[in-house]
């Protein structure tokens, strides 16, 4: 039942829609469990049609380590051996999410901060992040994500977000050009 709960949460698009969830746990219910068929085609179903899941695609039921992408996983192991002849000993504190978890994620940023355009700024919705498509990872500790900044060009792996030290993503021209685009800036 959480997961349609968050899913109208996310849906209602604002925090102060959040208190509505219990009302409208009821038509998710019927929506999700009652007319299979009604709820994966995402058209009539009563809301608007516009889950933020509904944008969304699991790559499966994995961890953080298996839901990553192949070259993303294989570039991120052979870093980690680099890292660790370099004496630095780099870990995956978060890798793949399925777009449930990031939806919990990115609800809980919206309840902390009130607002989805900031919380957008910590977490992105389902559909729109790299975490979910298995091709983002989250780094630690601090001195093991300085060692991956300035070594991680080579395996394709960059930090693209000036304000999250953690977060990196992997890009295979990246990985061919040897080098990192600039992060972005802190919207
Ligand atoms: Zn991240």
Not at 89 to 97: F, I
Not at 161 to 168: A, D, G, T, V
Request: with cysteine; charged share 25%; aromatic share 8%.
């Amino acid at each position: 039942m959480t997961s349609t709960s968050l899913r109208k949460k996310r849906s209602a698009g604002s925090a102060t829609l959040v208190a509505l969830g219990g009302v409208l746990l009821g038509g998710a219910v019927f929506a999700v469990l009652g007319d299979p068929s009604e709820a994966s085609d995402g058209g009539g179903s009563g809301g608007s049609g516009e889950s933020a899941l509904a944008g969304c695609t699991d790559r499966g039921d994995l961890d953080d380590l298996g839901g990553l992408t192949d070259p993303t996983r294989q570039a991120w192991l052979a870093a980690v051996d680099a890292a660790a002849a370099d004496g630095a000993e780099m870990s995956l504190t978060s890798g793949y999410r399925t777009c449930q978890h990031q939806q919990r994620l990115f609800d809980e940023k919206v309840d902390e901060y009130g607002s989805v355009e900031e919380a957008s700024v910590w977490a992105l919705p389902p559909d729109e992040s790299n975490h979910v498509r298995g091709i983002a990872l989250d780094v630690g500790p601090g001195p093991a994500a300085d060692w991956l900044q300035d070594h991680g060009a080579r395996f394709g792996l960059c930090k693209t977000m000036s304000w999250e030290w953690w977060h990196f993503e992997y890009d295979p021209e990246w990985e061919r050009s040897e080098s990192c685009p600039d992060p972005a800036p802190r919207p």
